[in-house]
Nanobody
Framework: QVQLKESGGGSVQAGGSLRLSCVPSRSTYSMGWFRQAPGKEREAVAR????????YYSDSVKGRFTLSQDNTANTLYLQMNSLKPEDTAMYYC?????????????????WGKGTLVTVSS
């Protein structure tokens, strides 16, 4: 089991930046950020596999969002720049403790409660 605690959401104007944080209760195999906008399905935003240090980003955020990790603080960050109104969503941190078959964009076992990001035009 792992608990995930997100923070850093808020309201910002288009073009602005936010940094989301996620603190796991223990070490994990991989972690990622997913989002769900009102009336839409949840979508993968970014994911990191810690052993290989490989990261993935959705096409919609590539070049604007960046994953980083603070090993001392055991925290995963999602730096979000050049935010757009279409980035408005509840953002969820997710994690796996062991490898699983499948795409980077699915197959997460543990989820945080989410943090809301609102981008106004």
């Amino acid at each position: 089991q792992v608990q995930l605690k997100e923070s850093g959401g808020g309201s910002v104007q288009a073009g602005g930046s936010l940094r989301l944080s996620c603190v796991p209760s223990r070490s994990t195999y991989s972690m990622g950020w997913f989002r769900q906008a009102p009336g839409k399905e949840r979508e993968a935003v970014a994911r990191i596999y810690f052993r290989s240090r490989v990261t993935y980003y959705s096409d919609s955020v590539k070049g604007r969002f960046t994953l980083s990790q603070d090993n001392t603080a055991n925290t995963l960050y999602l730096q979000m720049n050049s935010l757009k109104p279409e980035d408005t969503a509840m953002y969820y941190c997710a994690a796996n403790l062991i490898p699983k078959a499948g795409s980077w964009s699915n197959g997460m076992d543990y989820w945080g409660k989410g943090t809301l990001v609102t981008v106004s035009s």
